[in-house]
């Protein structure tokens, strides 16, 4: 098996922090060295980062009639690169506050989809883009009943206005397949039930 690097307490250096912007986000150029896989130090590296507050994904499913409840808003982010910006998605929020990620994951779902969630399964932790964002992402999929979910949610005074869609899992999974559902956390998310269905029913239904 092939040994990783693991680096010791001076393996990154960091030179200079300039901040470069600072609103709801903030972005930062950060100079710094960091040891090379030959053991030396690099050069000086100057590279920007999106300072992000860590975020909160989770997927409602209903094991009982095999659901899952997804939300269809309008991302900017999409807005220039795709025919239609609105987009399928998790539940989601941002720690911003002092909250545990759990907590986080109860008052979104019931905020954007009405929906109280009766137990959670984390998923993973990782970073959806590591090459110049911070951002950590709590994945979970949500026990739910989606008996009667649907409508329209979020908080007027954020401008969110999320539509909340019921989908057999079948369907889901089909969306991914076409390129309907073509976020990174749905998708991780869906993938992974796909793989532990079975066990998640068993345990949950």
Same mark, same amino acid.
């Given at each position: 098996?092939?040994?990783?690097?693991?680096? #010791?307490?001076?393996?990154? !250096?960091?030179?200079? $922090? @300039?901040?470069?912007?600072?609103?709801?986000?903030? +972005? =930062?150029?950060?100079?710094?060295?960091?040891?090379?896989?030959?053991?030396?130090?690099?050069?000086?590296?100057?590279?920007?980062?999106?300072?992000?507050?860590?975020?909160?994904?989770?997927?409602?499913?209903?094991p009982v009639r095999d659901c899952v409840v997804?939300?269809?808003?309008?991302?900017?982010?999409?807005?220039?690169?795709?025919?239609?910006?609105w987009m399928l998605e998790m539940v989601a929020?941002?720690?911003?506050? #002092?909250?545990?990620?759990? !907590?986080?994951?109860? $008052? @979104?779902?019931?905020?954007?989809?009405?929906?109280? +969630? =009766?137990?959670?399964?984390?998923?993973?932790?990782?970073?959806?883009?590591?090459?110049?964002?911070?951002?950590?992402?709590?994945?979970?999929?949500?026990?739910?009943?989606?008996?009667?979910?649907?409508?329209?949610?979020?908080?007027?005074?954020?401008?969110?206005?999320?539509?909340?869609?019921?989908?057999?899992?079948?369907?889901?999974?089909?969306?991914?397949?076409?390129?309907?559902?073509?976020?990174?956390?749905?998708?991780?998310?869906?993938?992974?039930?796909?793989?532990? $269905?079975?066990?998640?029913?068993?345990?949950?239904?």
């Open positions: 098996m092939s040994e990783f690097f693991k680096p #010791d307490a001076d393996a990154v !250096e960091i030179v200079r $922090r @300039e901040p470069c912007f600072s609103g709801f986000y903030r +972005l =930062e150029r950060v100079h710094l060295r960091h040891r090379q896989f030959s053991g030396e130090m690099g050069p000086v590296l100057s590279r920007e980062l999106f300072v992000r507050h860590d975020a909160v994904c989770v997927l409602p499913y209903d997804l939300n269809e808003q309008f991302r900017v982010g999409a807005m220039d690169k795709s025919e239609n910006p929020g941002l720690i911003d506050k #002092d909250e545990e990620p759990e !907590e986080v994951a109860h $008052r @979104e779902a019931l905020e954007e989809a009405g929906l109280t +969630l =009766e137990a959670l399964w984390p998923v993973t932790v990782y970073y959806p883009s590591p090459g110049g964002s911070n951002e950590k992402v709590y994945l979970y999929v949500g026990r739910c009943d989606s008996l009667g979910a649907g409508g329209v949610y979020g908080l007027p005074e954020e401008g969110e206005d999320i539509r909340v869609h019921v989908l057999s899992f079948e369907d889901a999974l089909q969306a991914v397949k076409d390129g309907k559902i073509n976020n990174a956390a749905s998708i991780i998310a869906l993938q992974w039930l796909a793989l532990n $269905r079975v066990e998640v029913r068993g345990l949950w239904a």
